[in-house]
């Protein structure tokens, strides 16, 4: 919602500012669900509410995007959004795997098909601060070619070598930046990832720890 609030300034769009208002209405109700499947329904319908908005957020008009395609991407927006998903997914796939985490064994998303619902998990937050937000920079400043940087192959549209190079050259620059962490100091984006992968880790263990308590003071009865 972040990104959408900072574009409502610049567009003044009542669009965004009606989805931005549901938005709210949809992360209240998340906060109360009783289950994983209506947590996970609200988190879809808040997604698909908030996709029918970006498009509005594009000021190039060689890009139009309405609605989110995947499986295969429909067009050069879901394009660079799919790939950049990806990117993200497989970098927070490794750190998982680096901190020894099992990677099938997720809170929300459910492991299918080697499917490593771990790393689906996780990548929610990041998905709007850095890929979303370099969609709209790569498209808007005219840095992606809707003619020249994609190909229509298989039913659906996807970077060439060429979209892929500027993409993954504008996606290293921006986590490389320095911005501001919560206690005030500096360092790059990717240690955001780094960082919460092991406040994950740390999550787990103080639970599995707890739980052992639990057991220990039940068996001392």
């Given at each position: ?66 609605s ?62 850095i ?10 400043s ?23 190079k ?56």
């Amino acid at each position: 919602m972040t990104l959408l609030r900072r574009q409502r300034k610049r567009l003044e769009s009542t669009n965004v500012e009606a989805v931005l208002q549901s938005l709210d209405y949809l992360a209240s109700q998340a906060s109360l669900a009783e289950s994983r499947e209506k947590l996970m329904g609200f988190e879809g319908a808040g997604a698909a509410q908030y996709f029918s908005v970006l498009g509005d957020c594009l000021t190039n008009s060689d890009f139009v995007f309405t609605s989110r395609s995947r499986r295969p991407p429909g067009n050069p927006v879901n394009a660079i959004l799919s790939f950049g998903y990806q990117v993200l997914w497989n970098h927070l796939l490794a750190l998982i795997e680096l901190q020894g985490l099992d990677p099938y064994y997720a809170s929300l998303h459910i492991a299918h098909d080697r499917h490593a619902a771990l790393a689906s998990d996780l990548i929610e937050e990041f998905r709007a601060p850095i890929v979303d937000s370099l969609l709209l920079w790569l498209v808007n400043s005219r840095v992606i070619d809707a003619k020249n940087d994609f190909d229509y192959r298989d039913g659906g549209c996807f970077l060439n070598d060429t979209g892929r190079k500027k993409y993954l050259q504008a996606f290293l620059q921006r986590m490389e930046e320095q911005i501001q962490d919560d206690n005030g100091g500096k360092q790059p984006r990717w240690d955001l990832l780094t960082r919460q992968v092991k406040a994950y880790r740390t999550h787990l263990i103080s639970q599995e720890e707890a739980n052992l308590r639990s057991k220990s003071r039940r068996k001392q009865r």
